[in-house]
T-cell receptor, first 111, second 110 residues
Framework: NAGVTQTPKFQVLKTGQSMTLQCAQD?????MYWYRQDPGMGLRLIYY???????DKGEVPNGYNVSRLNKREFSLRLESAAPSQTSVYFC??????????FGPGTRLTVL | GQSLEQPSEVTAVEGAIVQINCTYQ??????LSWYQQHDGGAPTFLSY????GLEETGRFSSFLSRSDSYGYLLLQELQMKDSASYFC???????????FGKGTRLSVIA
């Protein structure tokens, strides 16, 4: 099993550009999450999906949209990137248990 | 709202024992989790406490006191590879997502 995979690993954008971060899991987990991690700020939840077909806002959803394409895939879209969105983005998945399985992360820089 | 407090940095000597504390304030409580993250890596799950007491997994143990809204992660026989950031995380209910603390950076020195 690959676990949770994310693409791309690295990305540089210019202010105003758009992009989609992809995430997929092969563990048949119902729930999927997008977090961002900034120095000294820990992991902050952007959006989550408790099951296929549902999405909910987390702590910092502004500037982002998500799509739960199917049970395996959960994408995060930045419609108009801003320098404040420079961060490391982690996707995670879980069953209804507390353990989260994290992907390797996407390092995004917005110039 | 929810808040979690943990020390930002801890330094300990190889072979020693270190304790990383976490205090939380939540309207509900559905368990305390701990995650480890090495520089450049992804967080990995270490432990979970739903009830008061100590949970042991090898060199790592985690403790919870719900009455004190407090928990800690105990690392024994420290090794250099234990140098990493450690995050506590709580859920308010079974239907709400985890909220993470800001993390404690552990440095293990020779």
């Amino acid at each position: 099993n690959a676990g949770v995979t994310q693409t791309p690993k690295f990305q540089v954008l210019k202010t105003g550009q758009s992009m989609t971060l992809q995430c997929a899991q092969d563990m048949n987990h119902n729930s999927m999450y997008w977090y961002r991690q900034d120095p000294g700020m820990g992991l902050r939840l952007i959006y989550y999906s408790a099951s296929e077909g549902t999405t909910d806002k987390g702590e910092v959803p502004n500037g982002y949209n998500v799509s739960r394409l199917n049970k395996r895939e959960f994408s995060l879209r930045l419609e108009s990137a801003a320098p404040s969105q420079t961060s490391v983005y982690f996707c995670a998945s879980s069953t209804d248990q507390p353990k989260r399985n994290f992907g390797p992360g996407t390092r995004l820089t917005v110039l | 709202g929810q808040s979690l407090e943990q020390p930002s940095e801890v330094t300990a000597v190889e072979g020693a024992i270190v304790q990383i504390n976490c205090t939380y304030q939540t309207s509900g409580f559905y368990g305390l989790s701990w995650y480890q993250q090495h520089d450049g890596g992804a967080p990995t799950f270490l432990s979970y406490n739903a009830l008061d007491g100590l949970e042991e997994t090898g060199r790592f143990s985690s403790f919870l006191s719900r009455s004190d809204s407090y928990g800690y992660l105990l690392l024994q026989e420290l090794q250099m590879k234990d140098s990493a950031s450690y995050f506590c995380a709580v859920r308010e209910s079974g239907n709400t997502p985890l909220v993470f603390g800001k993390g404690t950076r552990l440095s293990v020195i020779a």
